[in-house]
């Protein structure tokens, strides 16, 4: 079983910047993909950036590149997701997720947090 604890959302003006963290804990091999999800009101959930946290790589929405970056601290069992240059579209509930891969599909992942909103005003 895996734990999933998300920290970091709030509320900020456009062009601000936010830091979400996901505290895992329980089977490592069931997390080895880690990652955020969002989603707005009305909205599919849409995969933002997930990593590898064997391997390394990493995976960005085109939404989202050159803007956020997401990492890893593998001592605290914590990844991170820096949003930089916020915009009134990056409102969406946040979710962080973990698999035992990475890939697209939602439904890929086995074990969610219970997200934290971050909302940009204009």
């Known amino acids: 079983q895996v734990q999933l604890v998300e920290s970091g959302g709030g509320s900020v003006q456009a062009g601000g910047s936010l830091r979400l963290s996901c505290v895992a804990s329980?089977?490592?091999?069931?997390?080895?993909?880690m990652g955020w999800f969002r989603q707005a009101p009305g909205k599919e959930r849409e995969r933002v950036a997930t990593?590898?946290?064997?391997?390394?790589?990493?995976y960005y929405a085109n939404s989202v590149k050159g803007r956020f970056t997401i990492s890893q601290d593998n001592a605290k069992n914590t990844v991170y997701l820096r949003m930089n240059s916020l915009a009134p579209e990056d409102t969406a509930m946040y979710y962080c997720?973990?698999?035992?891969?990475?890939?697209?599909?939602?439904?890929?992942?086995?074990?969610w947090g219970q997200g934290t909103q971050v909302t940009v005003s204009s």
């Open positions: 329980g089977n490592r091999y069931s997390r080895r993909c």
């Open positions: 997720a973990a698999g035992g891969y990475c890939g697209t599909a939602a439904r890929l992942y086995n074990y």
């Open positions: 990593i590898d946290t064997v391997g390394g790589s990493t």
